[in-house]
């Protein structure tokens, strides 16, 4: 060979090891955090009323936050169905938390899988079957307790000591340091907190104690006008005093509340204690003396009335709240650990909730309903070079579109019968042709559930809502421009109107072109 056709021979070489750098770099890594009934309100980047959360913040600031972001269908294991599937619950079958999710079907993980990607999940999965589509995984059982959980871990079942949210952590962690990252990695980090009954860090016990928390604006809603409303089980006057505010038996003369679920309110204080029980001597220590000043303020002001329905509020929301700093810390850390590794610039790192949660508002707790509260659901997405720093949208998403748009993000065919569109051109400040402009809604957990909450499906466009409890025959309209605390339900009023022929035309097309129509 001479020495002409060795310099063309090496430049070949180049050219086929840039070309496969170049490749590389464009296929992003994954980072699914979700944590469970975390509020758009209890995160600073979307309010400073609550809580300040730098870390998630974070995230925002250097990516972009969705102002409309919500859920098909407001409750656990339903919102993680769709999130793998990109489909509604009509179709991948998981319809409430009863339901047990099949495994065979196809999910996003699978997809990258098999487009070469490692795949893993750490923490909460609540789906009854075992994970599939995963190289590693390592979940909760069940709901998952705060402190010392049995983890299901590929097969394995195993007990470990600490605070959950800093042990996913670790998991977390652990996997990112085994992995090849010459390779495309996608990790779902998904958190249990800030779910019932909230029990933070012990570091973190009592750090909103010194906190005057505001009272929402429609606390003592009288739900006029809202009959389903009105027969829900979910006021904060229905919060167990033991399992859910962490009163001892002798603080007061008897469980009062129903916790959403009456016939549950004989066994709660047992599993109160079952709970208390599961923590170490050492984590005992610091939960013992915070009982004792929470049980000891309850004793002392002897509420009775609005008073102690606030007194009540505030409690909870002081656990909730001190439970979300450890997620934002957990978020803390794996920020920094992309930045430590050289993770940062190729690695997209998305944060959500499972549904968003009632903080008071309409005196409630719990999620479900398609109400803006428990609809809505944080999202912020941080992709270096692609996504600008703090970008926001207005355009809204659902989490029906989590599953295609990592598919698009990571150069992978979308199948047909995928339901979610990708917002990658979104979230890169491109045009989006034919974008939706309304969205479709879908509850099904009744009578069988908890809280009492009626069966209901509707339509949302940017300014009216409209709702149908479809076991009543009752229908709810609001104008959400003038009306966006859903005070006012002027459907009576409006039901012969051009508005309401039109958006029910629109809701029937919805729930035909989501294959929802055998109710």
């Known amino acids: 060979m001479n020495r002409y056709s060795i310099v063309i021979f090496l430049f070949f070489l180049l050219s086929i090891t840039s070309c496969t750098i170049d490749n590389s770099q464009k296929q992003p890594n994954i980072i699914f955090i979700m944590s469970d009934d975390h509020a758009q309100k209890a995160i600073s980047a979307y309010s400073n009323e609550l809580i300040e959360t ?23 294991g339903p919102s993680r169905a769709t999130m793998l599937t990109g489909k509604y619950s009509s179709l991948n079958g998981l319809r409430d938390n009863r339901d047990k999710f099949d495994g065979s079907q196809q999910t996003f993980p699978k997809l990258l899988q098999k487009a070469g990607y490692r795949t893993s999940i750490v923490g909460k999965w609540h789906l009854k079957s075992e994970p599939t589509g995963f190289d590693n995984w390592k979940v909760l059982f069940g709901q998952g307790h705060y402190y010392n959980p049995t983890i299901w871990e590929n097969g394995d079942t195993l007990k470990y000591v600490g605070y959950t949210t800093d042990l996913i952590t670790d998991f977390a962690i652990e996997e990112l340091d085994t992995i090849d990252k010459s390779k ?27 906190v005057d928390i505001p009272l929402p604006e429609t606390f003592y809603d009288d739900y006029n006008s809202r009959f389903a409303a ?60 915070y009982i004792k000043k ?63 949660f009632y903080l008071g508002e309409h005196g409630w707790f719990d999620k479900r309903w398609m109400y803006e509260e428990s609809f809505r659901t944080p999202l912020l997405i941080r992709y270096p070079g692609e996504i600008e720093p703090n970008s ?12 295609p748009t990592f598919l698009d993000f990571a150069g992978v065919d979308i199948p047909s019968d995928i339901q979610g569109e990708s917002f990658r051109k979104i979230a890169i400040g491109e ?18 559930g908890w809280h009492n909450v009626h069966q209901h499906y509707g339509i949302k466009n940017h300014r009216y809502k409209l709702i149908y409890f479809y076991e ?34 629109k809701l029937d097309s919805l729930k035909i072109k989501y294959n929802d129509t055998d109710l």
């Not at 936050?65 to 269908?73: D, G, I, P, Q």
């Not at 329905?309 to 934002?328: A, G, P, Q």
């Not at 926001?392 to 599953?403: E, R």
């Open 294 to 356: 929470i049980n000891n303020d309850f004793i002392s002001k002897k509420l009775t009335g609005k008073n102690l329905s606030e007194w009540k509020y505030k409690r909870y929301l002081r656990d909730y709240l001190s439970s979300i700093l450890s997620v934002d810390e957990s978020v803390g850390r794996i920020l920094k650990y992309l930045d430590e590794n050289g993770l940062a610039e190729n690695t997209i790192v998305v944060y959500t909730s499972d549904q968003g």
């Open 184 to 210: 495309p990695f996608a990790m779902l980090i998904h958190h249990k907190a800030p779910h019932r009954n909230w029990m933070p860090n012990t570091k973190n016990l009592g750090a909103f104690d010194s």
């Open 54 to 76: 730098p870390n998630i913040d974070r995230i925002a600031t250097e990516g972009m936050l969705f102002e409309n972001s919500y859920v098909t269908n407001s409750i656990c």
């Open 392 to 403: 926001t949208s207005d355009d809204f998403v659902i989490n029906l579109d989590y599953a």
């Open 472 to 505: 009543l025959d009752n229908w709810e309209l609001f104008d959400l421009k003038n009306d966006p605390n859903e005070l006012n339900n002027i459907y009576d009023a409006m039901k012969d109107s051009e508005l309401v022929t039109d958006l029910k035309f």
């Open 230 to 289: 009105s027969e829900a089980d979910m006021r904060i006057d229905d919060m167990y005093l033991s399992f859910d505010l962490k009163l001892s038996k002798g603080s007061y003369s008897k469980e009062t509340g129903s916790g959403g679920n009456a016939k549950y309110a004989e066994k709660v204080e047992t599993t109160w204690k079952n709970t208390y029980n599961r923590l170490t001597d050492e984590q005992k220590v610091d939960w013992d003396q």
């Open 431 to 448: 045009p989006a042709d034919n974008w939706r402009n309304s969205i479709y809604y879908h509850y099904y957990e009744f009578p069988h």
